[in-house]
């Protein structure tokens, strides 16, 4: 019989439990696999274990504890002393980043953390594996299969925001309380890890710009859908300049984007490289069996001895200022004169209108329009000229439009 391999598991909840379960399924082909045979040597809860003694004691420590304190003094003195630590810590990894990664190299110990973005898609693997040699240019990820859980109801039914929401959270897709998943701050994180490992920089959770979905309007989705247009939260890290930008929005995406077909809980990132143009990857983004199969692919990993992934500490240029596509919707008197007054505000910021859509309901009419990219602080000088005329009735609301698309 072979060396039992120890695993000190930290967390025995959601994801912690169904990893001790889906180790002792697989205990015996991952032994033919590595020669072997996983077995957790201690298990960490509130109530149960002695925290350094679990850690000391292993030959790798697998983090499902969440947060980041305790969590980053056992991940750190697990790595210190070269013990490998496998983790689905977005928080940790986005808020402490440079420390962990640190503490990984004093120690030569790997970090594997494949389930801290989008649960079972490989787009760790993807981007420090398979595109290690590609230059990218831009991710834009679906990333939280909450908000697209109910952004796809809202679109599906034309129900409100707070009727999706309940929805939701009556089928176990939403938290009691979801304001990490609806604000953006869920998706911020894993972009900000994303964005680390593409561009080589390091990018923390204070970098990335993030606004939620619960402004958004069936009304918003229905104009939508005539553009011909889908939408959803989007993260993008991309290039921009001699820096990079990183951040989480809602934006629409035309129905032929590879993004925009991905409905429900599920999870999808695109990686654009002018070298392979795209690549989408796509699959459950969160949940018990789910997480730990990305959990336990990367404790092979390591037991094959996978090298520590080369992650950056050099510091990020944020840059301040991108181009985007907008889509804007008005609320105006119905009178004479009001799209040619609002086509010269835009004007005089340079912002140019792709498409326009107008409906007159009585006093109230509805402009909505699409614009070509433009930056977005001319865009936002624009709308703020356009709300201060007389016939605007309520505040403008504007969303970003991605405006790509990809042939082959
Ligand atoms: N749930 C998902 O679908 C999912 C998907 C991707 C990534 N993740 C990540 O996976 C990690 C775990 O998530 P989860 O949903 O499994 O969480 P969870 O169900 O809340 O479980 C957390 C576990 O950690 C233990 N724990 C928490 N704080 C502790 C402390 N200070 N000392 C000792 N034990 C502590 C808890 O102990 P008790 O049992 O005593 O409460 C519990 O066993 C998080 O980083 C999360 O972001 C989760």
Request: net charge negative; charged share 20%.
């Amino acid at each position: 019989m072979s060396e039992t391999f120890r695993i000190g598991l930290l967390g025995h909840g959601t994801v912690g439990a169904a990893f001790a379960e889906l180790l002792d399924a697989r205990a015996a082909s991952i032994e033919r696999l590595t020669g072997r045979r996983p077995a957790i040597s201690g298990v960490l809860t509130r109530s149960r274990g002695d925290a350094h003694e679990i850690v000391d004691g292993a030959d790798l420590v697998v983090e499902l504890m969440g947060g980041v304190e305790p969590t980053r003094e056992l991940v750190e003195r697990a790595l210190r002393a070269g013990t490998p630590v496998v983790s689905a810590n977005k928080q940790l990894l986005s808020r402490f980043g440079d420390e962990v990664w640190a503490a990984s190299r004093e120690g030569g110990a790997a970090l594997r953390f494949e389930a801290a973005v989008a649960g079972v898609v490989p787009v760790i693997r993807v981007l420090s594996e398979t595109l290690a040699g590609a230059h990218v240019d831009r991710i834009h990820g679906i990333v939280n299969g909450t908000t697209n859980f109910i952004l796809t109801r809202m679109a599906a039914t034309g129900e409100p925001y707070a009727g999706a929401l309940a929805e939701a959270q009556a089928l176990g897709y939403a938290e009691a309380d979801p304001t990490e998943d609806v604000t953006g701050a869920d998706a911020a994180a894993k972009m900000a890890i994303l964005a680390r490992l593409a561009f080589g920089a390091a990018v923390g959770l204070d970098d990335v710009v993030y606004e939620g979905i619960e402004h958004l309007t069936a009304d918003d989705m229905a104009y939508a859908e005539q553009f011909g247009l889908a939408l959803k939260l989007v993260g993008t890290a991309e290039r921009a300049g001699e820096g990079v930008s990183v951040r989480v929005h809602p934006a629409f995406l035309p129905t032929g984007h590879p993004l925009a077909s991905v409905d429900g809980a599920f999870n999808a990132v695109t990686i654009e490289s002018p070298a392979i143009t795209e690549v989408t990857i796509s699959g459950p983004g969160a949940g018990g069996p789910q997480t730990a199969s990305a959990v336990l692919g990367d404790v092979v990993s390591v037991m094959r001895g996978a090298p520590a992934l080369d992650v950056a500490s050099v510091p990020a240029v944020i840059a301040s200022d991108v181009e985007s596509a907008f889509y804007l919707h008005l609320e105006v008197a119905d009178r004479p004169g009001v799209l040619a007054q609002v086509a010269e505000r835009l004007g005089l910021q340079g912002v140019s209108v792709k498409s326009v859509l107008q409906t007159g309901l009585e006093t109230n009419a509805r402009l909505v329009m699409v614009t070509h990219p433009v930056s977005e602080s001319r865009f936002y000088a624009a709308v703020e000229l356009i709300g201060a005329l007389d016939f605007v009735r309520a505040a403008p609301r504007a969303i970003r439009v991605i405006d790509e698309s990809f042939t082959a």
